[in-house]
């Protein structure tokens, strides 16, 4: 499944919307598609400060606008450079939860000419439901996407 949308994320970057309405759309896409893709959003980090901003985003509205960095799982992806999957967020004791329905969270870095600019944030309500074909189809999701930014 994941790889039968690879080609449907390269058109979306591939089309003439603006780079904001193509990262929408992906949102939308991997929500819609993805069964245990429950939220899926776009942090960018927040211009010279240690924080990360919420971009665009397909799901629930969340409170968590502005994440500092180091806190969250979010928060962690900005300072180590490196993919964070969690089975289960309960386990976790650096987890903001979202939503109480939130079960487990994957969060995969994206980066610009070497730079960790950003992430890409998807919550599942499912318990444990990523594997590494998730990750994989994810760092491809952020290899098209920083193409465009």
């Not at 942090?43 to 994440?67: C, M, S, V, W």
């Not at 939503?99 to 730079?115: M, Q, W």
Request: charged share 25%; net charge negative; aromatic share 10%.
């Amino acid at each position: 499944m994941l790889e039968a949308l690879r080609p449907q994320v390269s058109s979306i970057i591939d089309s003439n919307n603006t780079a904001d309405a193509k990262m929408q759309e992906i949102c939308e896409l991997l929500k819609a598609k993805v069964p245990h893709y429950d939220w899926v959003g776009f942090y960018f980090k927040n211009g010279d400060k240690r924080e990360l901003k919420l971009g665009q985003y397909a799901g629930a509205p969340t409170d968590h606008t502005i994440i500092p960095f180091g806190k969250g799982i979010c928060g962690q992806v900005a300072e180590s450079n490196e993919n964070f999957v969690v089975p289960d967020v309960q386990a976790q004791d650096n987890y903001i939860a979202c939503s109480i329905t939130v079960k487990a969270e994957i969060v995969v870095p994206l980066f610009v000419n070497g730079e960790n600019i950003g992430q890409i944030d998807i919550d599942s309500n499912t318990p444990d439901p990523f594997t590494k074909a998730d990750e994989s189809f994810l760092e491809f999701v952020n290899f098209e996407v920083a193409k465009i930014l």
